[in-house]
């Protein structure tokens, strides 16, 4: 066989077996963790502001009360939250369109925010852009929330932005869980007390 004819038949070799190939390797897997709060390492991928930082457990005190002589003027108080470091470069989320967090709460209404890279604001804000939505579930029981990324509404500084905005996916920077005296969805707790959020994992999910 000459030696033409020996690289046509590897060339032809070479495309009947990307023709055959099982379609599953193409496709990203139906589900895939971002967090697992399971170990320190992973908790050092979150900066916690909160009176408690231990194994998953996000808690505290929200109060409305200003150190005396404060020379701040606050409109919006009681607020407290947890965010993830920033990412080495971006998590593609592209081939899913659902966050699941497993979580046990306290009767409160928590917020989960993506951040993406910033396009929607200025060049000049350096501020990520954030999309926010409720998380909510019964008091005292472990429980999976889904929410579809589609119900991540665009916010800037606590307010959703009246505009028709969609999230890229495929350029995510961090996330964050937080919570404030005020807000949430009706019969949740709500006002100053005590909080606490247990979270097993956070994925995302592609269900369509």
Not at 46 to 72: A, M, Q, R
Not at 112 to 141: G, H, L, M, R
Request: contains cysteine; neutral net charge.
């Amino acid at each position: 066989m000459s030696r033409f004819r020996s690289l046509w038949q590897a060339s032809l070799n070479a495309t009947k077996k990307a023709l055959t190939w099982n379609v599953e390797n193409w496709i990203p897997p139906s589900e895939r963790y971002i967090f697992n709060f399971n170990s320190k390492e992973e908790l050092k991928k979150w900066h916690l502001y909160s009176d408690s930082e231990y194994g998953g457990i996000f808690s505290g005190n929200l109060s409305l009360d200003l150190i005396e002589g404060s020379k701040w003027k606050m409109r919006r108080g009681g607020f407290c939250g947890m965010r993830s470091k920033k990412f080495d470069g971006f998590i593609d989320l592209e081939s899913y369109d659902t966050i699941a967090l497993k979580v046990k709460g306290d009767g409160r209404c928590y917020i989960s925010t993506i951040y993406t890279e910033n396009w929607v604001n200025s060049p000049a804000q350096q501020e990520d852009n954030s999309w926010q939505a409720f998380v909510c579930v019964p008091k005292d029981n472990w429980y999976i929330t889904k929410i579809p990324l589609a119900h991540y509404l665009p916010t800037w500084r606590g307010n959703v932005i009246d505009a028709e905005i969609e999230m890229n996916p495929s350029r995510i920077v961090g996330m964050s869980l937080s919570v404030n005296s005020g807000g949430g969805v009706p019969g949740a707790t709500t006002g100053p007390g005590d909080f606490k959020l247990e979270i097993d994992w956070i994925k995302a999910l592609r269900t369509q």
